[in-house]
């Protein structure tokens, strides 16, 4: 069974940046499509960053374009997102998940496999 675990998350100030990593146990990543996602409170879960297997796909949000950056290390068996300019907004928990299939990002629900999440608090 494919375990993934977040890691990278905390507490920054508007402007800044962050580097969330996704690494797998129990499987390795590069079959699958990955997808990184946020929930902030009272907010359904939002895709904004999502990869092929190849990393020859790659999709954003809007609300993240020109400022976050997915990417991934087969080898390493970790996917990152680099995140730049973060925004109060930008406050969630980030969750990676992984699917089969590259779909993008706009349904949460067909993505398999998902991490415990890990919190970005963007505050002054």
């Known amino acids: 069974q494919l375990q993934l675990v977040e890691s990278g998350g905390g507490l920054v100030q508007p402007g800044g940046s962050l580097r969330l990593s996704c690494a797998a146990s129990?499987?390795?990543?590069?079959?699958?499509?990955i997808g990184w996602f946020r929930q902030a409170p009272g907010k359904e879960r939002e895709g904004i960053a999502c990869i092929s297997s190849s990393g020859g796909g790659i999709t954003y949000a809007d609300s993240v374009k020109g400022r976050f950056a997915i990417s991934r290390d087969n080898a390493k068996n970790t996917v990152y997102l680099q995140m730049n300019s973060l925004k109060p907004e930008d406050t969630a928990v980030y969750y990676c998940?992984?699917?089969?299939?590259?779909?993008?990002?706009?349904?949460?629900?067909?993505?398999?496999?998902w991490g415990q999440g890990t919190q970005v608090t963007v505050s002054s």
């Open positions: 998940a992984a699917r089969n299939l590259f779909i993008g990002c706009s349904d949460y629900r067909l993505y398999r496999y």
């Open positions: 129990g499987g390795t990543l590069g079959p699958y499509a």
